[in-house]
């Protein structure tokens, strides 16, 4: 084993980003299968591992601001004189501040956004430093286990949170023994605590608090399983172990050891329709919420300067409080290292729930978002999907089935579209597609192949930089369905749903692509007291004649009686009728059909 590294600098950091990544890469399906807390959805493995991989690609991917080389082993460079004037690296604040902030903009699921803000806990705390020693790393990580433990509405024993506050205690009681070995020496210059004890002390701390977990938390015990969350962060610690001695693949063993023999755990399959025009979903535990709903508050978007009400944040977390479970609130003020431009999460949040109520917990972020830069639009990468469908399991793991990324500018059709097994994104029309938020959308499918049905018009070039940036996170092929508006995404996956789940990519795609061409749409002005109505009745006759669906999705502020005369008349002439509220401020709506004319 090599001479351990005295002091974490940034290459150090990089190297243990790196580690933890391909370590969590290599057992997150194994971590997966012992997830039932929050939610037995299979998916605490993955959702690390994919955080993990955004922190990385902030400090090392093809946009990063002064990446961090990966040439050889941590210390390397160090030792053999790199670091020449005219290569000056970042510093170690600044790069854990680059790396918290891609893990909070990219963080998938309970597990994820709790990660991240273990990752912005280190920041703050050595936002400030080029290198840390014992000392400044057992600060650092009592911050972690702090942030990571605040951003949680209902902390529960046995978690990762308990895994984090153990490694906090070991490692400050390290430090600790230093001090006491320094009275007894009265005179001696004050001790530098190397890193390697503290390590040590944190990782052992992580895997006696994974193995004590199903002694706090029932639902463990009953599963004869470990915390999930917990065990990923034994991989993490562990991977920051084998970078700091010299160590290879110990982290991976470590863990396999740990839960080996533990109960299969897989996530609840998708369900029959639930009252849903062809639209699958039903929900066998209400009592955790049925979607999960994650989003992004970022002010700055929309007001680059000016006072951050942070206020609103507490607001939002007893808002989404009383909407579901599972709720997480991540993210904060700046972040600043050593060195002009080096800001982490300069007023940027991550918010996380579990709920039945998809569109209150959107809605909720859009009051978080007024109240924080007095712009809706300080609201984004908004993503839903809905817990009974098996998602976010990795690319490739189903290579059998097709994944659904579906995009409205309409909250109201949130759980439709989800509940059809896509994974959401809601994104106002005007609102230029974000490549990065699409990618995401697209991994967390777990499909090699991925339909996306953007629900709006899509330049050529967003479609060749999406399929290529998905294809460098492992999805073997994506399409990009031309489907210009919400309805046109309703028609999609209701034909798309009629096809056998494993059905090819190319005949979902066709079944797809007809219902489009052959869709009807049109856009009407529903306010009330026009002094010119909307001739409904023709509108439906010249839509379906007799027989045939119309799916009408109207505006929150569309007149009643003329969005209900839509069922009326359609009912005349034999057709069927879907109304599906937009819960868009307004008062238009769209009207679809397909079927005869």
Known sequence: MSEAVPTIDAVV???????ATDALG?????????NVFPVSDADTGTNMYLTLVDALEAIEGPGAEDPVGSEGPAGADRAEGAGAADEVPPGLGVVLARAARGALVGARGNSGVILSEYLRGLAVALAQASDAD????????????????RAVARPVPGTVLT??????????????????????????????????????????AARAAAERSPDELDVLARSQVLDAGAVGLVVLLGALDEVVHGGSGDAVSEVRAMISGMDVVTA???????????????HDDPGAGEFEVMFVLDPARVRPTGPVRVPAVDALRAALDTLGESVVVVGGGAVRGPGPGAVATGGVWQAHVHTDDPLAAVAAGRRAARALAGDPGAMRHVRVRHLAVP?????????GSTGLVAVTGAPGLVADLARAGAVVLVCSPEVPLGIGAL???VVDTGSSSVVVLPGRPVEESTVVAL????????????EVLATPTDVHVVLALAAGHLLDPGATLAARVSAMRDAVAHGRVVELDLRAGQDQRPDVAGLVRDLVGAGGMLTVVPDDGAAPDLVASFASVAGDVGAECVVLPSGRDGTRALVGAEGPV
């Open 13 to 19: 950091v990089a190297a243990w980003l790196r580690r």
């Open 26 to 34: 290599t057992v997150r399906h194994e971590i997966d299968r012992i």
């Open 134 to 149: 014992g000392a400044a790393l057992a600060r650092a990580l009592a911050e972690a286990s702090r942030s990571a433990r």
């Open 163 to 204: 895994a984090a506050d153990a490694v906090a205690t070991a490692a400050a009681g390290i430090v600790l023994g230093a001090d006491r070995l320094r009275e007894r020496s009265p005179g001696a210059p004050a001790p530098v605590v190397p890193v390697g004890p503290v390590v040590v002390a944190a990782r052992r």
């Open 268 to 282: 609840r399959p998708a369900g029959p329709a639930a009252g849903a025009r062809a639209l699958p979903g039903s």
């Open 391 to 399: 998602t976010a399991a990795g690319p490739g793991d189903g290579a």
């Open 439 to 441: 990618r995401r959308a």
């Open 467 to 478: 399929d290529e940036s998905a294809r460098s996170h492992g999805v073997g092929r994506v």
